[in-house]
């Protein structure tokens, strides 16, 4: 038991290492699915893309413009910025899991052994959806006015080292629209060292062959939840072994992995919620001072605020991307200081809570969906032993909203920035790239939830450890 122990505790350590050992592999090799010698599915066609992009890394060549006759370079520079193991760890729903995880082994520990498993997951680091990569191709304009702004300059802001690299700076062609959405490299390599961890801590409950009486998966339709259920279970039974699986879900079981979507599309349009504090967090004068103070002190600003806030948000937005895509410490970052950080994820927590957190009385209840069908999964001692579902933010939020876990007392709203830095609902600890919220049962009587690795403390619980007979009435809302 001790050395068994020690080793899993060297593993979590080597987690990093492993990762960015991965990065140097073939490409077509990592993520490679399907049954038959020869034969590539879409996960290890999207890998090997993704693979080209992660080294290039969104940096070219430098611009020869920038080099012609005369000096064309700044006369001093700034300091160099230390931001990024702050923005890992404020960085929202675009973060890499592994950027800034942190686990407690013992509170896996229960008072028998784990006898079943019930998972929820979002699927791995994606590629930007269509409408994200249209605004950030407006980044390659918006480099050419901050270098136009300090070319010849007696000073930039910018240290020596992030000039060179923004006038290296361009938007990767491998961003295409073709690729939209897609599971990149990165997102292959967490999903399989995320796998390691789960069969190392319930070896007997992630057994090596799969039957149907022991494993029940299933995933959305799109293709990077289908390749997220791919890599992690390719991982727990072999090679290619998850290709003979047929765990799209069908009928009545997209409720279980699309339950937001079917709640909108039953919608009247007269029930339809809108985000109000999200654009009125924009307006406020916390943000809005700091989109004037960097847009004018990098050299881009215009005469039209929404088109300065707009440029704002694309530099964060690409400074998170690069950072999950490539772990280059992106040049976009570096324009950003701790407190506009903290300003950039409030913006970002805003928006999850109002489009599918809290924020509204008619989302607490969406999910009850899956909530029942965890508790049925649990209560019964019978039927498979792993249950895994691959799915979205909206839908894995919601089921902790319907969980009521991670509730504050007070609402965060546009006004409150200021009173709520010690919120429980954040982005960046709750809704990662590869983000997954477990339930194990131990024994017959008790049972822990995790998210994201995290014990939950429900107030119903002893310190995170439920009474398996105390689940109907905990989630009473949901099963009466």
Not at 82 to 106: L, M, T
Not at 199 to 226: C, D
Not at 337 to 357: I, K, M, N, R, W
Not at 387 to 416: C, G, Q, W
């Given at each position: 038991m001790k050395c068994s122990t020690v080793l899993?505790?060297?593993?979590?350590?080597?987690?990093?290492?492993m990762i960015n050992e991965a990065e140097g592999g073939d490409?077509?090799?990592?993520?490679?699915?399907?049954?038959?010698?020869?034969?590539?599915?879409?996960?290890?066609?999207?890998?090997a893309s993704s693979s080209r992009m992660a080294r290039k890394g969104g940096y070219a060549q430098d611009d020869s413009s920038s080099t012609r006759s005369g000096r064309r370079i700044p006369s001093s520079y700034g300091e160099e910025n230390p931001i990024f193991d702050f923005i890992r760890a404020h960085g929202g729903n675009k973060q890499p899991y592994f950027a800034n995880r942190s686990v407690d082994e013992s509170k896996f520990v229960g008072p028998s052994q784990a006898t079943k498993i019930w998972m929820l997951f979002r699927?791995?680091?994606?590629?930007?959806?269509?409408?994200?990569?249209?605004?950030l191709s407006g980044l390659t304009n918006i480099r050419k006015r901050i270098i136009e702004s300090f070319t010849n300059a007696d000073y930039c802001p910018l240290s020596k080292t992030n000039w060179l690299k923004l006038r290296k700076w361009s938007l990767d062609a491998s961003i295409s629209q073709n690729q939209g959405q897609m599971l990149t490299q990165r997102g292959v390599q967490e999903l399989q060292v995320l796998a390691d961890i789960y069969k190392t801590r319930f070896p007997k409950l992630f057994v090596k062959k799969y039957t149907p009486?022991?494993?029940?998966?299933?995933?959305?339709?799109?293709?990077?939840?289908?390749?997220?259920?791919?890599?992690?279970?390719?991982?727990?039974?072999?090679?290619?072994?998850?290709?003979?699986?047929?765990?799209?879900?069908?009928?009545?079981?997209?409720?279980?992995?699309?339950?937001?979507?079917?709640?909108?599309?039953?919608?009247?349009?007269?029930?339809?919620?809108?985000?109000?504090?999200?654009?009125?967090?924009?307006?406020?004068?916390?943000?809005?001072?700091?989109?004037?103070?960097?847009?004018?002190?990098?050299g881009f600003a215009t005469d039209n605020y929404e088109n300065d806030k707009e440029s704002i948000l694309s530099m964060f937005e690409m400074c998170r991307y690069e950072e999950a895509w490539y772990?280059?410490?992106?040049?976009?970052?570096?324009?950003?200081?701790?407190?506009?950080?903290?300003?950039?994820?409030?913006?970002?927590?805003?928006h999850t809570f109002y489009d599918y957190g809290y924020g509204y009385t008619q989302f607490l209840n969406i999910a009850c969906t899956t909530v029942v069908d965890m508790l049925t999964h649990l209560l019964s001692n019978n039927g498979p032993r792993v249950t895994a579902y691959f799915t979205h933010s909206p839908e894995l939020l919601l089921h902790l909203v319907a969980m009521r876990a991670y509730r504050d007392p007070?609402?965060?709203?546009?006004?409150?920035?200021?009173?709520?830095?010690?919120?429980?609902?954040?982005?960046?600890k709750l809704d990662l790239f590869c983000s997954h919220f477990t339930a194990v049962k131990y024994g017959k009587n008790a049972v822990?939830?995790?998210?994201?690795?995290?014990?939950?403390?429900?107030?119903?619980?002893?310190?995170?450890?439920?009474?398996?007979?105390?689940?109907y009435s905990g989630f009473s809302h949901c099963t009466s």
């Amino acid at each position: 038991m001790k050395c068994s122990t020690v080793l899993f505790g060297l593993a979590l350590t080597l987690i990093p290492l492993m990762i960015n050992e991965a990065e140097g592999g073939d490409p077509n090799t990592t993520g490679r699915s399907g049954s038959g010698s020869g034969s590539r599915s879409r996960v290890s066609q999207t890998a090997a893309s993704s693979s080209r992009m992660a080294r290039k890394g969104g940096y070219a060549q430098d611009d020869s413009s920038s080099t012609r006759s005369g000096r064309r370079i700044p006369s001093s520079y700034g300091e160099e910025n230390p931001i990024f193991d702050f923005i890992r760890a404020h960085g929202g729903n675009k973060q890499p899991y592994f950027a800034n995880r942190s686990v407690d082994e013992s509170k896996f520990v229960g008072p028998s052994q784990a006898t079943k498993i019930w998972m929820l997951f979002r699927h791995g680091i994606r590629s930007a959806k269509e409408r994200e990569i249209n605004k950030l191709s407006g980044l390659t304009n918006i480099r050419k006015r901050i270098i136009e702004s300090f070319t010849n300059a007696d000073y930039c802001p910018l240290s020596k080292t992030n000039w060179l690299k923004l006038r290296k700076w361009s938007l990767d062609a491998s961003i295409s629209q073709n690729q939209g959405q897609m599971l990149t490299q990165r997102g292959v390599q967490e999903l399989q060292v995320l796998a390691d961890i789960y069969k190392t801590r319930f070896p007997k409950l992630f057994v090596k062959k799969y039957t149907p009486k022991k494993y029940n998966i299933l995933h959305s339709i799109e293709e990077r939840n289908k390749a997220s259920f791919r890599v992690f279970f390719d991982r727990i039974f072999g090679e290619g072994k998850s290709a003979g699986i047929d765990a799209l879900a069908q009928g009545a079981q997209e409720d279980l992995v699309e339950c937001f979507r079917a709640y909108e599309q039953n919608l009247h349009p007269d029930q339809k919620t809108t985000n109000v504090e999200e654009p009125r967090f924009h307006n406020t004068n916390t943000f809005a001072s700091m989109v004037v103070r960097i847009s004018q002190q990098y050299g881009f600003a215009t005469d039209n605020y929404e088109n300065d806030k707009e440029s704002i948000l694309s530099m964060f937005e690409m400074c998170r991307y690069e950072e999950a895509w490539y772990r280059n410490e992106s040049v976009w970052c570096t324009f950003f200081q701790p407190e506009d950080v903290l300003v950039l994820e409030y913006a970002s927590d805003l928006h999850t809570f109002y489009d599918y957190g809290y924020g509204y009385t008619q989302f607490l209840n969406i999910a009850c969906t899956t909530v029942v069908d965890m508790l049925t999964h649990l209560l019964s001692n019978n039927g498979p032993r792993v249950t895994a579902y691959f799915t979205h933010s909206p839908e894995l939020l919601l089921h902790l909203v319907a969980m009521r876990a991670y509730r504050d007392p007070v609402r965060i709203k546009a006004n409150n920035f200021n009173d709520m830095h010690d919120r429980h609902w954040k982005n960046s600890k709750l809704d990662l790239f590869c983000s997954h919220f477990t339930a194990v049962k131990y024994g017959k009587n008790a049972v822990k939830f995790f998210m994201n690795e995290q014990l939950i403390y429900l107030p119903w619980c002893n310190q995170g450890l439920c009474d398996i007979n105390d689940l109907y009435s905990g989630f009473s809302h949901c099963t009466s």
